[in-house]
């Protein structure tokens, strides 16, 4: 039963939030404004703040939960960072949504907070280090997946979360790739200087 973690992963990450509640509360789809992405910055301009704080919650919770399940049943570290990468998989592109989903940040924090939350705000860091540099929220996140296991490493980590970094970081580094020329007006830490 263990091995069925991963498909587990996948379906909870499938479960589009910010799609389903901007559809509830605001009768749009958060696909059609914004950024175009099912994220939760998409939520909050096209619902408000407190609508994209609960998909937010929501989004760290598809990560998550099928990993701490994981993790309880003593599955291998292997099987764990592949159920994580699954359920950041499944919230980038989606079963219930037409495979048009997030970018996965917030899943794969919810995965990292499970296996280790230390791992998590290292990693938060590292991201919002690279976005204050590099002035390009894409562009930071790919580098972010691509580093987060070395920097993990060189801070002593060691165990699941050094299988659980790579596989996530990989699937977010992939899904950034997307948007790497995107200029993101919208955003105020990437707003264009005026």
Known sequence: MIYLFP????????IPSALWVTRLVKGVDVREGGSGHVTTT?????????????VFVMDVSKGYLPVYLALRAGAPAWLIALTAAAAVIGH???????????????????????????AFAIALALLLALTLSIHHSARASVFAGLLVTPVLYLLGLRGTILWVAPAVGA??????????????RELWLDREQS
């Open 7 to 14: 498909v587990l992963g996948y379906l909870l990450g499938s």
């Open 42 to 54: 998409n939520t909050i301009r096209q619902a408000g703040w407190g609508w994209g704080v609960l």
């Open 92 to 118: 980038c592109w989606p079963l219930y949504a037409g495979f048009r989903g997030g970018m996965g940040l917030a899943c794969a924090g919810g995965a990292f907070l499970a296996v280790y939350p230390l």
């Open 171 to 184: 699937v977010i580094a992939v899904r950034f790739l997307d948007d790497w020329n995107r200029q993101y």
